[in-house]
């Protein structure tokens, strides 16, 4: 038995692993093309561990993951692998059509030779899981219902398009030729090994460096958050319980405009990490808005709740303290992935 992960060395894909091999001797073979998103360092616990197989390659390399599933006999695959930042889409969405649409293609195409050389009962208990985002439904107004299983797709930026579109390669895969696929499509995740590009984390790492914390427009726009390793314990829930064929949504019913985030960060690193300078919220600035920003996202999670009863563990508050205690904790990670190529997105994103 074993699962392949893809993305495995991003901030989600990271947390999965990490947290499947602390409740299971089930071997993950973790592939990954190591982008800028991607990092060793987070599973730096796993070094010496025979349960956990890293492979350096891209999701587009048919042979590669021919070679892979020929080697390794995957029993169920978990799917992270992507382009993720929707800045980033907008100032090249290249990347992310090839990565995102592109590869779930040959990734599909590549697990459904697998899965047909399957014996019957090993093809009926394999599952092809894709992780995807709530993005894919669009923008919310303010007092409409929560996003259902059902709500129309409306992706509004590169990302949220190209996320779109595997979706529904996904979905076709299942009904044309019979791939057992689960998707989950989640609100904006939080917590350790988050890259500090995104809000959460961008917004706590210029906080202890004293620079300006950037709030696009208004600073109004609703998101649901959820910590992390509740994700991953959807993901389990959904891999171990769910219908194939089917989709999940996966939120932690907690709503929150980006100005309070950010006023929420700025009051627990007052108390954890008071500045000589005074409150951090003297670092607030707005700045031009994102093109296409999307209003607001809201999750309804109670089909997965109903149907394999899950929910999230932890409430904004437990998970955000973590948060924070954890990128107060880990300044050499943060140091380490600010190197380089990171500083090129924050002169190219922000500026001076
Ligand atoms: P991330 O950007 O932190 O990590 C993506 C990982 O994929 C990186 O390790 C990168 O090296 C790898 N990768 C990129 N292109 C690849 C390729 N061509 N071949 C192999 N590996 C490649 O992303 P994340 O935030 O961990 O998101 C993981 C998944 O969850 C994505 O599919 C994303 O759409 C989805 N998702 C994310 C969120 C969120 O809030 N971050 C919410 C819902 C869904
Ligand atoms: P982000 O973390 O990029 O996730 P997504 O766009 O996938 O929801 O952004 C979350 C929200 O925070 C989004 O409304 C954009 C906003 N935001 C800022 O206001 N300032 C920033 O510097 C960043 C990165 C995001």
Not at 268 to 297: A, C, K, M, N
Request: charged residues 20%; proline residues 6%; contains cysteine.
């Amino acid at each position: 038995m074993t699962l392949l992960v893809t993305g495995g060395a991003g901030f989600i894909g990271s947390n999965f692993v990490l947290d499947w091999l602390a409740a299971s001797d089930e071997p993950v073979v973790n592939l990954d093309a190591l982008t800028y998103a991607g990092n060793l360092a987070n599973l730096a616990s796993l070094q010496g561990d025979a349960r956990h197989v890293f492979v350096k390659g891209d999701i587009c390399d048919r042979a590669l993951l021919d070679g892979l599933m020929a080697t390794h006999r995957p029993r169920a695959l978990v799917h992270f692998a992507a382009e993720s930042h929707v800045d980033r889409s907008i100032h090249g969405p290249g990347e992310f059509m090839r990565t995102n649409v592109t590869g779930t293609f040959t990734l599909l195409e590549a697990t459904r030779a697998h899965w047909m050389s399957l014996d019957a009962s090993a093809k009926a208990a394999f599952r092809f899981h894709h992780v995807s985002t709530d993005e894919v439904y669009g923008s919310l107004a303010p007092e409409a219902p929560a996003f259902t299983e059902t709500h129309a797709y409306e992706p509004n930026s590169p990302y949220s398009a190209s996320k779109a579109a595997s979706d529904h390669l996904v979905r076709a895969w299942h009904h044309t030729y019979g791939l057992p696929v689960l998707t989950t499509n989640c609100s904006n995740n939080y917590g350790p090994y988050h890259f500090p590009e995104k809000l959460i984390p961008l917004m706590i790492v210029n906080a202890l460096a004293g620079k300006p914390l950037p709030i696009y427009g208004d600073g109004m726009q609703v998101r649901d958050w959820l910590y992390v390793r509740d994700h991953c314990s959807a993901i389990r829930a959904v891999l171990a319980g769910g219908r194939p064929g089917e989709v999940y949504n996966v939120g932690g019913w907690n709503e929150k405009p980006n100005r309070d985030i950010v006023h929420t960060l700025c009051a627990l690193l007052d108390e954890l990490r008071p500045s000589p300078q005074g409150p951090y919220t003297r670092l607030i600035t707005h700045v031009t808005d994102r093109p296409g920003h999307d209003r607001r996202y809201a999750i309804d999670a109670r089909k997965i709740e109903r149907e394999l009863g899950w929910r999230p563990a932890e409430t904004f508050e437990s998970g955000i303290r973590k948060t924070v205690q954890w990128y107060l904790d880990n300044a050499a990670w943060v140091a380490d992935v600010q190197s380089g190529a990171y500083r090129d997105w924050v002169q190219k994103q922000y500026g001076g």
